[in-house]
């Protein structure tokens, strides 16, 4: 996997570009100290100036698109002490005096575009509603670069010291719920929610200025002078790329996490593509979608290709209403819920869902059944009648937060079962028509169903264990050693 990476022969901005976010058009916003900000297609060609301000732009989020709310202004920080509402066609709507003792520096939409959140060298943090008015201050410290709103509020505050000079910029991903943050010593480095670190970088050659996650969770972006890095979620780094753009201040990725944009010190706007990623079933290798259960799937901005890997030349073609986040295959169905003809089946949903934070790790599909983890409290599990789209009668609430799960493909529907694993890292064992869950093993890193029995396997402490009968649970416990096998 690595970047494939383009700019412009010749730079649309003559300053140096500070920011940079998309649109729901899947377009591209730059903002630069030329005092403009310009509009670019995905492919890196400029669709012309949106308008020019009168100070220098420091930050720029375009607003969520969620339900019904409209998503057709974003919203620009600035240096003087203000922060601006913009219609889509560049227009002031608002302009709201957030400092009198130095500029915003940073500013990010919540994930329900309900709430708005600045920071910058007066050194406070304060949350503003939609349209603008104060709500809260959250904090009062020195000077703050980067700021991010989680999508859970009402958490205690934590606070712990993560670089040996200023922070430059930090990311946080609601799906794998880490903190990844950069500074002037050079390294970059990965967080869980609670603090504890989980990688560090060897030192750079420049200071990092830019980082952010994919909205999959699954990798992010590094950047720094004349470097783009792109890194697994661990910290590992799959390739380093070498772009003439300076020090990158800004990076952006598009809502299906294919490509991403940069904004370049040195007046450029950077264009990179993921490219070379493989997926494997069976003896059938190709690259990108998705493939299983003897179909593969392609998904375009506005299409949807259903191959049978019988017939290869005629597939199932339909148009696709939104960005797709991720592909989730069954034997029957894949999400959001079509048959593998194209016919939509049902669309599962509940209050309070976010389809950017769904992800294979939260959400399970089999032939009758769909069950997701609701992210706004991570410790419930909500599950869907495919045919139906309505909730099963019986709601699962865990002790703790789960971070995985899976049901179990074969059986009939009376009898499905599901799996996870909780923050402890414990695999627990359940019935969808029953409430309580049976613990199965401790330490478990990851967990699957077998898709044409009812074998269950796991990786824990560096063992591969298969329980070929996991049912034995419900029939007689103490034999349930005599079911596994290392």
């Not at 575009?113 to 603008?132: F, M, N, Q």
């Not at 794998?176 to 560090?200: A, T």
């Not at 720094?224 to 799959?238: E, I, P, Q, V």
Request: negative net charge; hydrophobic residues 40%.
């Amino acid at each position: 996997m690595r970047f494939q990476h383009a700019q412009a022969t010749v730079n649309q901005h003559t300053e140096i570009v500070t920011a940079c976010c998309w649109t729901p058009e899947n377009d591209v916003i730059t903002c630069s100290d030329d005092n403009t900000i310009v509009r670019w297609r995905m492919d890196g060609e400029v669709v012309g100036k949106v308008t020019s301000v009168d100070t220098f732009v420091t930050s720029v989020d375009w607003v969520p698109s969620v339900g019904k709310q409209s998503a057709d202004m974003f919203v620009i920080a600035c240096t003087d002490g203000t922060f601006r509402i913009m219609s889509k066609n560049g227009r002031e709507e608002k302009k709201v005096q957030a400092s009198d003792a130095g500029a915003i520096i940073s500013l990010k939409w919540n994930y329900d575009g309900t709430a708005l959140v600045t920071a910058g060298e007066d050194g406070s943090v304060k949350v503003y509603s939609r349209s603008g008015n104060l709500r809260s201050t959250l904090a009062n410290t020195g000077i703050i670069y980067p700021v991010m709103l989680p999508a859970r509020v009402g958490r205690k505050d934590i606070q712990w010291k993560a670089h040996d000079g200023p922070i430059l910029c930090i990311d946080w991903n609601p799906i794998n719920n880490r903190v990844i943050s950069g500074g002037e010593d050079r390294v970059f480095r990965v967080w869980d929610g609670f603090g504890r670190q989980l990688y560090q970088s060897p030192v750079c050659e420049h200071v990092i200025t830019s980082i952010a996650w994919s909205p999959k969770g699954d990798m992010f972006a590094v950047g720094a002078f004349n470097m783009l890095r792109l890194c697994d979620k661990t910290g590992w780094s799959y390739c380093r790329e070498r772009p003439k753009a300076g020090s990158l201040m800004d990076i952006a990725w598009a809502s299906d996490g294919t490509q991403l944009v940069a904004a370049g010190g040195n007046g450029s706007t950077l264009f990179a593509q993921v490219v070379d990623r493989h997926l494997q079933w069976n003896k059938i290798e190709v690259i990108e979608m998705s493939l299983g259960y003897g179909f593969l799937i392609v998904c375009t901005a506005t299409q949807c290709f259903i191959y049978n890997f019988q017939n290869w030349n005629t597939p199932h073609i339909f148009d696709l209403r939104a960005a797709v986040n991720f592909i989730l295959q069954s034997e029957c169905h894949f999400l959001t819920v079509y048959s593998y003809e194209g016919r939509a089946i049902s669309n599962p949903k509940f209050n309070g869902m976010h389809v950017e934070f769904l992800h294979r790790h939260t959400v399970s599909l089999s032939i009758d059944t769909v069950s997701i983890l609701d992210h706004s409290d991570r410790k419930t599990i909500r599950s869907f009648d495919i045919n139906t789209g309505k909730a099963l009668p019986i709601t699962f609430t865990h002790s703790l937060d789960v971070v995985e799960l899976a049901l179990s493909h074969y059986g009939p529907s009376t009898d499905r079962k599901l799996l996870f694993i909780d923050n402890n890292r414990d695999l627990h064992l359940t019935r969808l028509s029953h409430k309580g869950s049976f613990k199965l093993q401790a330490q478990v890193d990851s967990a699957a169903w077998n898709d044409s029995s009812e074998m269950l396997v796991a990786l824990s402490d560096a063992k591969v264990l298969c329980w070929t009968y996991p049912n034995m649970v419900y029939v007689d416990r103490t034999l349930l050693p005599d079911v596994i096998e290392s």
